[in-house]
Each structure stands twice: as structure tokens, then as C-alpha cells.
């Protein structure tokens, strides 16, 4: 493997979820894989669950890591082509990249979306430039339309947990106080529809993602009857996709909470969400306290979700 964005570059999905539950039963196995090899980490948004479960991957195949957070202590960059820096930006990410890959064996990228043009969210300038000029295979820990980590790790976590062999998986809205990106429920969907699992997605009108990832999902603006008989319900808050309200908080309408009675309409389903969650707006404590909540399972197979990524992209530096 060469790069990491989206569900295309893992490949057989049956047999990355096979190499998934390997590693994670003897997850030191390939501790030489990585010996004096060198990942680096870049953020430029916050993390808890990336920043950790992505050291620790890399770790377990025996790497060398080194984490830069770009908004602290780097100098400020600039992005765009063709600017005069006479501003506060003190360095061009033309050589940020070059230099950040001469320093390491592959690298990641969290760049996320400005939720301002759509444009450049769409084309992905940030993590695209880290690709072509950093001369090293990069993989995404959430860029600006995607997040393939994590739709990997809720594969992993649905596989281990399903009773059927197609499972009904409901992505549901929810609401938040703050414009998010639709990066998650984008690679949720490009996943589930991968997966071929019973998809369907629920949310207010006016939130319609961009339907190359929605592909073949059921849409239904009804959230109860969505919930109808679902064995997993994936919550998520995003902002508006559409061009005219692109970025822009529509609704906090806390009807959309997921809660008790609206879990009771599901077929017993467990209950994720990415995580960092806020409570009783997305969902209430209630049911994030259920027996039925897999949100920590999930957080926990992001170790295993970057380990199978890193491990692919170490054996192609080999080839
Ligand atoms: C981010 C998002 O919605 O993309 C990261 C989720 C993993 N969430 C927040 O900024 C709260
Ligand atoms: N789920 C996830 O990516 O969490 P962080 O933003 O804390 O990394």
C-alpha cells in the first residue's frame, strides 16, 4: 500500500477485517516490521483517540515516532500558492512537506476541513500536497472529506459484534453547538456501503452529504422509522454539505438526541459514535451508559485499525 485515504486503498475488506482481528490477538507479531523506521504525526486539528492509538500502532510494529502539532510551536504556514508572506505566516507548506518527509519513513496527516469553500474541502488540498510532495506513503488521520481510520476501527468493532451477516446499520444525525465537518459520516457511509451491510441513513432535510459517498444507502428523514429494527446505531453530528448553506449549523433540534425510547424501536441495537461525544445533545447518558454502548470498543480498535494500515504501508516501502 502507498496511501491511505480511502476505503479503495485497503483493498478486500473480509480480508483487512481477517488481518484486523489477527493482529489484535498477538499484536507485537511483526514488533521487527518497523525497526529503525521513523512515522511522523501531524496535526494540524486537536485529537485524543488518533494522536494516541496511532502512536501506539506504529509502536507495536516496533517504529520510531515523532508527533508535531503544526499550530504548536511549528511556525505558522501558509497553504495557499501565489501569496505575498508579508502576513503572520512565517513558512510555505511547499517546504514544510519536502522537509517533515526528509525526516521520516511515512507520515500522517489530520488536516481538517476549513467548512468555508467547498471546494478546496473537496479536493483535499492539505493531505493531496502531503501526498505529491512529501516523497513518503501518507495516510489520513481524518482529513477534510474523510476519516478512514475510524470507519475501519467501526468495520472492525460491527464485525466482531453483529448476530446477522448483513446487519441493519443506521447513521443517524444529532445535534451540536458547533459546525463539524462531514469527513466521518463520509467514510462511514463509503464503508458501510463497501461492507454491504443493510445501510440506511437518517437525517434532518438539508444535510444530505455529497452523494458519492451516500452511493446506494437508503435515506429516510424519518429518524424513528429509520430506527425501526436496527441492529446498530452509528450517531453522528455534521454541518451542512449543500453548496448555498455549505459549513452551517441548519439545526440543534434536540428531538434528533439519541435516546432510550428511540433506542427501544431498534432491534436491541448497540449504540457508537466516533467519540469525542457530547452528552445529551448527541445522546443521553442513558443510553451511552447501556450495556448496549460500543463506544469504547470502538475508540479501543483504532489501535488495530492504524496497526493493519501501517503494517501495509511498511511492507510496500520493501517492494
Ligand atoms: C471532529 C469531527 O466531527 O470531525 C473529530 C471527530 C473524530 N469532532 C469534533 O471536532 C468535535
Ligand atoms: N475519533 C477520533 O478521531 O477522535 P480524536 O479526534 O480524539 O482523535
Known sequence: MKKFTCVADIGDLRAAVAEALELKADRYKYCE???????????????????????????????????????????KLETERGVVMD??????????IPVMGSYCDIIGVRAFASLSDREADYQERI???????????????????????????????IEEHKQTARPKVVLTWAPHPKALPQAVPNSFAEWMNAADYDFVITHPEGY???????????????QRKAFEGADFIYAKNWSAYNEADYGKVLSQDR???????????TNNAHFMHCLPVRRNMIVTDGV????????????????????????RLLEGLQK
Not at 38 to 47: I, P
Not at 87 to 96: Q, R, W
Not at 210 to 215: I, K, S
Open 33 to 75: 516490521l518497523g525497526r529503525n523506521k521513523t512515522a511522523m504525526l501531524v496535526f494540524f486539528n486537536s485529537s485524543l483517540r488518533t494522536r494516541l492509538s496511532t502512536q501506539k500502532a506504529a509502536m507495536n510494529l516496533g517504529m520510531n515516532v515523532m508527533v508535531l502539532d503544526v499550530n504548536q510551536g511549528a511556525w
Open 87 to 96: 502576513g503572520d505566516k512565517a513558512e510555505h507548506l511547499l517546504e514544510a
Open 127 to 157: 493531505i493531496e500536497q502531503f501526498i505529491r510532495y512529501s516523497g513518503r506513503p501518507v495516510f489520513s488521520m481524518e482529513a477534510a472529506t474523510g476519516h478512514p481510520l475510524q470507519a475501519f476501527a467501526d468495520l472492525i468493532t
Open 255 to 265: 428531538d434528533w438526541t439519541v435516546d432510550e425510547e428511540k433506542m427501544a424501536l
Open 208 to 222: 444530505e452529504l455529497d452523494p458519492r459517498f451516500v452511493g446506494n444507502a437508503r435515506v429516510e428523514y424519518d
Open 288 to 311: 451511552i451508559e447501556s450495556e448496549r454502548s460500543l463506544v469504547i470498543p470502538e475508540a479501543a480498535n483504532r489501535e488495530i485499525s492504524a496497526q493493519v494500515v501501517i503494517k
